[in-house]
């Protein structure tokens, strides 16, 4: 034990155990994802792959997550982006990704392909008060462990929307909407992207993913998919 963790012991983020930010018992109520869903209709669907019947030129074409978001997996998630000094988190967090995502079949298909990761960004103004975007994180620390792919932060969220938990399925979708852009050294070379995955932390409606898929199928990415650690209401 490091004279650091002497000082500032370690607490399980569910039950405030000392000794790890997650003891056996919580990680024991942890639900890895098994099933998929549309995030355009929000019904079943096979892989998590978007329906055919729901499909545009422009619609994502599929999300994959790794736990459900409920329990303590909110607590760890919450304060990954909002305690302060709790970055560390981030190898446990990463760890359950990564445990969750390569069950996925339909993803690792996908990954065969010649892909890279795109973190959704956070607004200027947020970047600064937390001082670091969670979805960066995790899609660097991914990258790492799956060692085939690279992050390229290409996107910028030009809207500072809200939360998306609190709001309504339609609230959603209009607090997103022509939210994201692409950041303009990345105007000409974006089109060469033939695989791309979204990476951010929780999965709600679907509506953030969707918006920042837009922007890159209509700047020529073929294949759009998003990657959650956590999917929930």
Same mark, same amino acid.
């Given at each position: 034990?490091? $004279?650091?963790?002497?000082?500032?012991? /370690?607490?399980?983020?569910?039950?405030? /155990?000392?000794?790890?930010?997650? =003891?056996?018992?919580?990680?024991?109520? *942890?639900?890895?994802?098994?099933?998929?869903? =549309?995030?355009?209709? !929000?019904?079943?669907?096979?892989?998590?792959?978007?329906?055919?019947? =729901? /499909?545009?030129?422009?619609?994502?074409?599929?999300?994959?997550?790794?736990?459900?978001?409920?329990?303590?997996?909110?607590?760890?998630?919450?304060?990954?982006?909002?305690?302060?000094?709790?970055?560390?988190?981030?190898?446990?967090?990463?760890?359950?990704?990564?445990?969750?995502?390569?069950?996925?079949?339909?993803?690792?298909?996908?990954?065969?392909?010649?892909? %890279?990761? %795109?973190?959704?960004?956070?607004?200027?103004?947020?970047?600064?008060?937390?001082?670091?975007? !969670?979805?960066?994180?995790?899609?660097?620390?991914?990258?790492? /462990?799956?060692?085939?792919?690279?992050? *390229?932060?290409?996107?910028?969220?030009?809207?500072?929307?809200?939360?998306?938990?609190?709001?309504?399925?339609?609230?959603? $979708?209009?607090?997103?909407?022509?939210?994201?852009?692409?950041?303009?050294?990345?105007?000409?070379?974006?089109?060469?992207?033939?695989?791309?995955?979204?990476?951010?932390?929780?999965?709600?409606?679907?509506?953030?993913?969707?918006?920042?898929?837009?922007?890159?199928?209509?700047?020529?990415?073929?294949?759009?998919?998003? *990657?959650?650690?956590?999917?929930?209401?």
């Amino acid at each position: 034990m490091s $004279l650091l963790d002497l000082l500032f012991p /370690k607490h399980c983020v569910g039950c405030r /155990k000392i000794g790890g930010y997650l =003891c056996d018992t919580c990680f024991s109520y *942890i639900s890895f994802i098994e099933t998929g869903v =549309c995030v355009v209709c !929000q019904r079943a669907a096979i892989g998590g792959l978007t329906h055919p019947a =729901c /499909k545009t030129k422009y619609t994502i074409d599929g999300v994959f997550s790794s736990v459900i978001y409920k329990g303590v997996v909110k607590k760890l998630i919450y304060n990954f982006k909002y305690a302060p000094f709790l970055t560390d988190l981030r190898s446990l967090l990463v760890e359950l990704f990564y445990e969750g995502i390569i069950q996925k079949e339909e993803f690792l298909k996908n990954l065969e392909n010649e892909s %890279i990761f %795109i973190p959704v960004p956070l607004h200027a103004s947020k970047l600064r008060k937390r001082g670091y975007n !969670q979805a960066s994180l995790l899609a660097l620390g991914l990258c790492e /462990k799956l060692q085939e792919t690279q992050v *390229i932060d290409c996107l910028m969220r030009s809207k500072n929307t809200q939360t998306q938990i609190s709001l309504t399925q339609a609230k959603r $979708l209009d607090n997103v909407k022509d939210a994201f852009s692409l950041k303009k050294e990345h105007f000409l070379t974006t089109r060469n992207y033939n695989h791309v995955f979204l990476v951010d932390d929780v999965l709600t409606s679907g509506a953030t993913l969707r918006e920042a898929a837009k922007v890159l199928k209509r700047a020529g990415v073929k294949k759009v998919w998003g *990657i959650t650690l956590a999917h929930g209401q």
